[in-house]
């Protein structure tokens, strides 16, 4: 197997990108979302690819000091190797480089591989919304780390 690399995501890269998402969320974007992405000044998407092939991804918003993950995938077949670590920290390298000091998120309480991911990397939980998935009434919770 090739050499992990994670370079920015592009509007190329929208159809391979949702193919992906379609196969890690149960609501999933479409390539359209991810193209309208591309031309969001306020967004930070980054991808990783072996032999060229997109095998992960994340983004986010990023206004004055904050950034407000919208993504973070690891294709199935190659999770729970650290990937995903490598990952998320090239986008907190991404968004620091834009001058966000402090990073939030909502994620399932039952997405354990996820919410261990993001204590690793200084968030907690402070707080839960309602109902927030649609797709099943699952709240979320909101995770923070403001000191980046
Ligand atoms: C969340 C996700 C990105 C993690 O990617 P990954 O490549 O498996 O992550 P890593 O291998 O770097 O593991 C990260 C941490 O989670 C832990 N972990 C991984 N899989 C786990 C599992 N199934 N159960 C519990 N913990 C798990 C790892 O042990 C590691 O913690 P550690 O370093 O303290 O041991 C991946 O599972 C994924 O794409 N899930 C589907 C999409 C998703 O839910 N994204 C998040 C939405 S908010």
């Not at 983004?59 to 199935?76: F, I, P, R, T």
């Amino acid at each position: 197997m090739g050499e992990l690399i994670f370079r920015a995501m592009t509007s190329e890269d929208a159809a391979e990108v949702a193919a992906l998402e379609l196969k890690c969320f149960a609501m999933p974007w479409s390539r359209e979302d991810f193209f309208r992405e591309m031309r969001n000044e306020l967004a930070e998407y980054i991808v990783g690819e072996i032999d060229g092939k997109i095998i992960a991804y994340a983004g986010a918003w990023v206004s004055l000091n904050q950034a407000e993950v919208m993504h973070v995938a690891v294709d199935e077949s190659l999770r729970g190797q650290g990937v995903g670590t490598i990952l998320f920290g090239e986008m907190i390298k991404a968004v620091k480089a834009r001058g966000a000091t402090a990073i939030t998120l909502e994620v399932r309480p039952s997405n354990t591989a996820a919410i261990k991911l993001y204590e690793n990397f200084g968030l907690k939980s402070v707080g839960r919304r309602k109902g927030y998935y649609l797709d099943n009434g699952e709240d979320a919770l909101i995770m923070w780390n403001t000191k980046l």
